[in-house]
Structure formats: C-alpha cells, structure tokens
C-alpha cells in the first residue's frame, strides 16, 4: 500500500524539507492568533462602549473562528486517502511488466490484473492506470503526489497552505474551510469598516498601536477576502459539476467514451451530496460524510445509460439507443414487410383470403385480404377500375365497400396497416 520503500529511506535532508512544508500553515496560524487578538482585545475589549454591542460581537465572532479553525484542522490532520494493497501488483508481474518489449504486452498484462478492479479511466493508449512508482493499478480518479510520494484516491491537488493533498478524505473539510476563513474575513471586515471610516475621515478612532491593529486587521481581512471569494466559488463549481481540480485540466479518460470532463457529472444534487452526504444536518459541520469508498464512483453512463437503453457519448452527452435503432433501415417493420411480400413488376399483389401468403409466416405480418403497392399510380394499373357506385370501388375482380370505417369487413385502421 503505497511506496513502502521510499518511506523508509528519508534522508536528513528529507526531514528538513518535511518541517519546512509546514511553515505556510504556521504563517495562518500567527495571522489567526494575532487577528484574535486585536479584534476581541483591541476592538471590543478596549474600544467598544456599549456591552450589548459588544456581547453581541464577540459571539458571532467565535462561531465563526471556531467553524473555521475546525475544517482548518480537519483537512490538515485528515490522513491522505491511500490506495489498498489489494490495488498492488505482485513482484512477479511487476518484473513481466518491466521485461515486456512493446505496449500491446504491457497493456494485456495490466488488463488480466485489474480484470477484477473497478477501474474504468485509461491512459491515452488505452491501457489500465498503473503507477511505476507505486507498482498498484491506479483506481479511477486516484493519482501520484510526488509531494506526499503515494497514490492518492481522488486527488485535487497538493495545498501548501494546509500541508497535505487535498483528497477524497479532506475534500468536504477543504470547501468548508475556505467558506468559513471567507465568512470569517467578511465578518471582521464588517464590524471594522466603521473605524476605518472614521480614520479615512480623519476623527478620532482610539489611540496608541490599539488604532493601527484594528486598521491591519481591516485590510487583511479584506485581502483574505478578496482572494478567498474566487477559490471558494472556484472550488463550489467543481462540487456542482463533480470535477477535480485536476480533472478539470486534464479531463479523464473512459473505457467507453473516450476523455470527457463531464463523466462523473450526476446533476447539482446528487454531485453536492456525493461530497457533502446526504443528511443535512450535518453538510456544514466539519464531520466526514462523503458518499462511497474513494475507489469507485458512479458515472454518467451508469446513471443515464445502464438502465434506460442510453449510450455514452465522450462529449458528455447521452442519446437514447432505443431511439438511434429504431432510425435505421433493418429494424424498421415496414421493411420488413416489403421483403417478405414478392412483388411482379409493381403490379398490385392481390390474394384471396382462403389462401395463405408466404408473407403469413412472419411474425409481424398478419393476415391481408388486399395488399396494394402505395407506389404504383392508380392511372398505371389497367386491372384496378373504380365503379360509378358512389360507395364501392372495384379492384381487379373484388368489389370493396368505401365507407372509410370498412374494408372488405376490417376497420381502416387494420386495413391501413396491411397497405404496402
């Protein structure tokens, strides 16, 4: 499970780049213990008259920070989604796989593998998903980190600021962290723009370096916010369109269907409860409630194809196969019908009724007292004549009614079908 044997060979070197990582995340951390600082002691404590007021803010304040110092927490100290040793090649085949000559030996070897497996995304020859340095069969959606040096299930991308990936572990975590930290950041910025006002105005807001913290944290709120605003609203689509970051780059490729950004895409509800879960109480609590295990997910061509007769198509699309077969030419009844019926020369084909057409043995012809080309002109057949008779007309020997509600004692609407 995973590349065992990197793991074990950390260097000096490695441990050092490994505490470096986490600088960014204490860089978030300072900024979020210095802005509590000078929003509850210098702004409120210090600054703020009215104890209602104050109350008032201090509450909305905290919730807000601990929501968000939670999903902080959450995405950084969930553990990334690893890739089952089930998923691992044996050495032997490994070794086969290595030996191979050409690609075509290679892709068979990774196809009996993985016969079993629930992997449907290929590599741009068609071949199974396979990770040299991992040596496992890639499950769908799943990719290396060369930061985290493993498979990863479902991977969007590697977040410095969090120091881990961003995964199908931690992914719900991620997008509420970055809507707490931007609700966070507004709030601040809000209950602050009235001192930044006064400053701009030049009245007085307070004294000493009290005034200047609550002028930094208005700015940083804003500059927080300002860049938080496009990440969440970036990361909010890829949820409704049930995208990675990745993915949305580079767009995985089907077994059936070929790439397609749009392959995973089940509609808005069901791709927000796929990360989110389906009780809603808790969608925006910072507890782990995705849907499904990180090694397979459901497609658009299991949702829309499976069971109601529809093809995938590699563009996203879905067309009804039942409605493509019925277009073509050799499933069409009335074909059919006009191969079983042997006609001379476009005459009109009569047969009395005692006597049974070869035409009666197929199933979808029943049988037809008259049957008439509709191709041959009237004026063309010198055997059919109509009769002065305004209520019958006479065709060859037979003398048919022309109340359009009978024919030869069938309603019309049995007779039409018998028309050829």
Same mark, same amino acid.
């Given at each position: ?36 600082? +000078? ?6 404590? =210090? ?33 990334? /989604? ?13 070794? @086969? ?84 930290? =931007? ?38 709120? &804003? ?9 969440? !609203? ?5 949820? =409704? ?21 749009? /392959?995973?895409? =089940? ?13 809603? @109480? ?9 849907? !499904? ?46 191969? +079983? &019926?042997?006609?001379?020369?476009? @005459? $009109? ?6 006597? @049974? ?53 069938? $309603? ?9």
């Amino acid at each position: 499970m995973g590349n065992e044997d990197n793991r074990r060979r950390r260097s000096p070197c490695s441990c050092c780049l490994s505490v470096f990582k986490w600088i960014p995340v204490i860089f978030i951390f300072g900024v979020i213990a210095w802005s509590y600082y +000078a929003y509850v002691v210098e702004l409120c404590v =210090l600054k703020t008259e009215n104890r209602a007021a104050m109350i008032f803010m201090l509450i909305f304040y905290h919730i807000a920070l601990v929501l968000f110092l939670w999903s902080y927490w959450q995405t950084i100290n969930t553990p990334v /989604g690893r890739v089952p040793a089930q998923w691992r090649i044996p050495d032997e085949e490994v070794n @086969q796989l290595f030996r191979a000559d050409n690609q075509e030996t290679q892709k068979r070897i990774l196809n009996n593998f993985a016969r079993s497996l629930p992997v449907t995304n290929r590599t741009i020859n068609g071949s199974v998903r396979f990770c040299e340095k991992c040596k496992i069969i890639k499950p769908d959606r799943s990719h290396h980190c060369s930061v985290c040096s493993c498979c990863v299930l479902k991977m969007d991308h590697h977040c410095p600021w969090v120091n881990n990936c961003v995964n199908f572990s931690n992914y719900k975590f991620f997008v509420l962290f970055l809507g707490y930290a =931007l609700v966070y950041c507004l709030y601040v910025a809000f209950t602050t723009i009235h001192d930044f006002i006064q400053f701009v105005q030049g009245q007085p807001t307070g004294s000493g370096m009290g005034r200047f913290h609550i002028l930094f944290l208005f700015f940083i709120s &804003i500059m927080f916010a300002i860049s938080l605003v496009s990440l969440f !609203g970036y990361h909010i689509y890829l949820v =409704l369109v049930n995208r990675t970051t990745l993915e949305a780059f580079r767009a995985p490729i089907f077994n059936i269907g070929g790439p397609d950004k749009n /392959g995973y895409n =089940l509609g808005r509800y069901a791709n927000f409860c796929e990360v989110f879960g389906d009780r809603w @109480q808790l969608w925006f609590i910072p507890v782990f409630t995705s849907k !499904g295990d990180g090694l397979y997910f459901t497609t658009s061509s299991d949702q829309f194809g499976s069971g109601t007769g529809q093809r995938y198509d590699a563009m996203g699309n879905t067309t009804s196969a039942a409605a493509a077969a019925s277009s073509r030419l050799d499933v069409n009844h009335t074909d059919k019908l006009i191969d +079983a &019926i042997p006609l001379n020369n476009h @005459q $009109p084909h009569l047969e009395p009724d005692n006597v @049974q057409s070869s035409s009666n043995s197929h199933p979808l012809i029943p049988s037809s007292p008259v049957i008439v080309n509709i191709d041959q002109k009237a004026d063309a057949v010198p055997a059919t004549k109509t009769a002065t008779n305004n209520h019958v007309i006479m065709i060859g020997d037979q003398v048919v009614p022309k109340d359009p509600l009978q024919l030869n004692g069938i $309603p019309s609407a049995i007779a039409d079908d018998r028309i050829v």
